[in-house]
């Protein structure tokens, strides 16, 4: 098994959170990353489970402490990042862990953990996703356009990450994703 990080990034409504979503459900030898938002949370997301919803101030204070491993401002709005001690801690462990997270955060641990897997994940079409996008009905209009301008910039990086999975189906997605951390797909 290879316990090195793996950093799972790609546009918006391509389906991060999916395949997360069943990792989670498949492979419980996986670590996955609790991220902090300033955003607010959306129906049926749990503080502490999806992400850690914190205030600006609070936010600020993680970033003077130097307790984020990564943080980014996305889609121009909300602030997310990556408390740094778990991650550090589960890699020390020699747990598996999985960090899903924006483009701006990716090249940021990037630069500072270079030896981890980068992975893009790809829409099968631009159609595609917009569908996704507009699909969930969790963002407003002009949410859904600044988040698909967003997503046009996103989708050039694909070449920055050392490997691409195209999300045409959750499962096939996520599985190429757990044999590309090295563990095995025999469920």
Wanted: charged share 25%; net charge negative; no cysteine.
């Amino acid at each position: 098994m290879n316990n090195r990080l793996t950093v799972l990034a790609g546009p918006t409504a391509v389906g991060k959170g999916t395949i997360s979503a069943y990792i989670r459900d498949h492979h419980p030898e996986v670590w996955f990353s609790v991220s902090a938002t300033t955003r607010p949370r959306r129906p049926g997301e749990v503080d502490g489970v999806h992400y850690h919803f914190i205030s600006d101030d609070e936010f600020d204070s993680l970033i003077a402490a130097g307790e984020l491993l990564e943080y980014a401002v996305v889609h121009g709005r909300h602030r997310y990042g990556t408390p740094s001690a778990q991650v550090q801690e589960k890699l020390a462990q020699g747990i598996p862990a999985l960090l899903e997270i924006d483009l701006q955060g990716a090249r940021q641990v990037k630069d500072k953990m270079p030896e981890a897997l980068f992975v893009f994940l790809a829409p099968p079409s631009w159609d595609e996703l917009v569908s996704r996008l507009t699909g969930r009905g969790t963002e407003s209009e002009a949410e859904q356009e600044r988040r698909l301008t967003t997503a046009k910039q996103e989708l050039a990086a694909e070449s920055e990450f050392n490997v691409t999975i195209v999300n045409d189906h959750v499962r096939t997605a996520a599985e190429e994703l757990i044999s590309l951390m090295g563990i095995s797909t025999t469920d």
